[in-house]
């Protein structure tokens, strides 16, 4: 399969907002949960902290591991979206497509919100 470069950014775009969404969003954080372990401290002022870590080891902890480099979930999504593309275009074009205007809205929104000096 060969590339254009929209076809190229289309895919940059929807693979950033899916990362994005496995690794931060709060929406997710229940699929995210069985691979962590939830801790809390203290802090400085004497408040208490939540953190939360992978897991220690077996398959829980390779996959917590995995959600925690959003490098490492930014590849094996952005390999599952070019397979999806090269093999089963007509469910996955509108997938991706959708998901890269949504990339492109955060990214913008960021852009906003940083720089809107409100």
Known sequence: MRLTFIQFFILGFASFRITHLIVFDKITAF???PFFDEFTMKDEDG?????IAPKKSGVRGWIGELLSCYWCTGIWVSIALFL???YFPKWAEPVIIIFAIAGVASLIESAVQKWGGE
Not at 47 to 51: G, I
């Open 31 to 33: 699929l995210r949960a």
């Open 47 to 51: 408040n208490d902290a939540v953190y």
């Open 84 to 86: 999806s593309a090269l």
